[in-house]
C-alpha cells in the first residue's frame, strides 16, 4: 500500500470546504466533550499527492514498483505507461491540481495547537487500523 492508497483509503482530514469564504470545516471534540464544527481560514496550495499534475498513475498498475526489466520485457506498457495511459484523477485534489491547506498565518496559537492536536488523533487511528487489517482484524 502506498500514499495514493491510503489517500483513497483514507479521504480527506476536514469535513468540508467552502471555495468562496476559503474555509476549512472540521468537527472536533470540545472540552465537554461535545462534537463541534470548527473553521479554519485557508489557501491553496500545489497537491502534494500528485505534484500539481491533477493526475497520478493507478496504485494497481505501479504500487509494488515496477522494474526496467519489465519495461524493456514489454515496450508497449512502457510506453502506455509514461503516456499516461493508466492515469487516474488525483484522489486528494480530485484533478483540480491544487488542494485546501489551513493558513496558519491567519489562525490564532490555540486554534493550530487545537488542530495540531486533532492531527495527531485521526493520524494515530488511521496507523491503528491499518496495523489491525494487517492482523487480519
Not at 473553521?39 to 522494474?67: K, Q, T, W
Not at 485534489?93 to 488542530?115: F, H, I, T, Y
Amino acid at each position: 500500500m502506498d500514499s495514493r492508497d491510503r489517500e483513497a483509503m483514507h479521504g480527506k482530514w476536514y469535513d468540508r470546504f467552502d471555495s468562496d469564504s476559503m474555509t476549512i470545516f472540521v468537527t472536533m471534540y470540545n472540552d465537554e466533550d461535545e462534537e463541534e464544527e470548527v473553521a479554519f481560514p485557508a489557501r491553496y496550495e500545489v497537491c502534494g499527492l500528485c505534484d500539481g499534475r491533477g493526475s497520478h498513475v493507478n496504485p494497481s498498475i505501479d504500487s509494488e514498483g515496477i522494474s526496467a526489466e519489465e519495461f524493456y520485457e514489454d515496450p508497449d506498457f512502457a510506453e502506455e505507461y509514461h503516456r499516461g495511459t493508466y492515469d487516474v484523477s488525483c484522489y486528494r485534489c480530485g484533478g483540480n491540481r491544487v488542494e485546501p491547506v489551513v493558513d496558519e498565518a491567519c489562525c490564532e496559537k490555540e486554534s493550530l495547537k487545537r488542530l495540531d492536536s486533532y492531527l495527531k488523533s485521526r493520524s494515530d487511528d488511521i496507523r491503528e487500523r491499518e496495523s489491525e487489517r494487517r492482523f487480519g482484524c
